[in-house]
């Protein structure tokens, strides 16, 4: 059975920087894609960003280009979330997903495991 651990989130002011780190378990080999998506209270799940089952494919969100990075060690099992420069608008619960295919769709219907969630608040 696959579980998906977020950590890393907490209170930061606005220009600061955290790490999100996703740890899965449970999984029987590295062949799946990673997603990180968050939502806001009031609104819907929104991608934030994907990475390949190698780490050599990855995409993002346009509005958070250029201040967030995508990674994953699969000797770990465990996808990772640097987020530079953050804004309040970038204030949501920051959820993991594990899609067991190669690339990584925006859609979170195409997502098969989720995790539980890690708060994330840029204070202004």
């Known amino acids: 059975q696959v579980q998906l651990v977020e950590s890393g989130g907490g209170l930061v002011q606005a220009g600061g920087s955290l790490r999100l780190s996703c740890a899965a378990s449970?999984?029987?080999?590295?062949?799946?894609?990673m997603g990180w998506f968050r939502q806001a209270p009031g609104k819907e799940r929104e991608f934030v960003a994907g990475i390949s089952w190698s780490g050599g494919s990855t995409s993002y969100a346009d509005s958070v280009k250029g201040r967030f990075t995508i990674s994953r060690d699969n000797a770990k099992n465990t996808v990772y979330l640097q987020m530079n420069s953050l804004k309040p608008e970038d204030t949501a619960v920051y959820y993991c997903?594990?899609?067991?295919?190669?690339?990584?769709?925006?859609?979170?219907?195409?997502?098969?495991?989720w995790g539980q969630g890690t708060q994330v608040t840029v204070s202004s």
């Open positions: 449970g999984v029987t080999s590295t062949y799946y894609a």
């Open positions: 997903a594990l899609r067991r295919a190669n690339g990584v769709p925006a859609t979170t219907t195409l997502y098969d495991y």
